[in-house]
C-alpha cells in the first residue's frame, strides 16, 4: 500500500512564505510524476505544480509561477513545495498525488486520473 503523508500548510499572511512536504512509502519519487493539486471551496480540484522525468521537469500552474518552488528529494522520497508570495486566493486545501502509470504533462502536469495516489490533503490559509 502506497502512502502519501503531507505535512506543512497551515496559516500565513499574504505576500508570506509556507512548505509543504510529501513523504511517499513505496516506490520510487524519481521514476513517477509528483505533485499537489488543490481545492478551495466551491472550486474545482486544480493542478498547481508538478515534477517529473527525475526532477528535471517541473510544470506550474500560471496562477502560481514565479511564486511556488516544486522539488524533490530522493534520498527520502520526498517532494516539496515552497510558496512565497502568498495570496488570499491561495486559500485550498492542498493534496498530494503521485502516479508511476501516467506522466506528467508539460500542458498540465497531472490529471486526476484514477492511477493516482494521493494523500489526504492540508489546508493553507492566507489573510489579507
Known amino acids: 500500500q502506497v502512502q502519501l503523508v503531507e505535512s506543512g500548510g497551515g496559516s500565513a499572511q499574504a505576500g508570506g512564505s509556507l512548505s509543504l512536504s510529501c513523504t511517499i512509502s513505496?516506490?520510487?519519487?524519481?521514476?513517477?510524476?509528483t505533485g499537489w493539486f488543490r481545492q478551495a471551496p466551491g472550486k474545482e480540484r486544480e493542478g498547481v505544480a508538478f515534477i517529473y522525468h527525475g526532477g528535471k521537469s517541473k510544470y506550474y500552474a500560471d496562477s502560481v509561477k514565479g511564486r511556488f518552488t516544486i522539488s524533490q528529494h530522493n534520498a527520502n522520497n520526498t517532494v516539496v513545495l515552497r510558496m512565497d508570495s502568498l495570496k488570499p486566493e491561495d486559500t485550498a486545501m492542498y493534496y498530494c498525488?503521485?502516479?508511476?502509470?501516467?506522466?506528467?504533462?508539460?500542458?498540465?502536469?497531472?490529471?486526476?486520473?484514477?492511477?493516482?495516489?494521493w494523500g489526504r490533503g492540508t489546508q493553507v490559509t492566507v489573510d489579507s
Open positions: 498525488a503521485t502516479n508511476w502509470v501516467r506522466s506528467c504533462n508539460e500542458n498540465y502536469g497531472l490529471a486526476t486520473y484514477d492511477t493516482n495516489y
Open positions: 513505496r516506490g520510487n519519487v524519481n521514476t513517477a510524476c
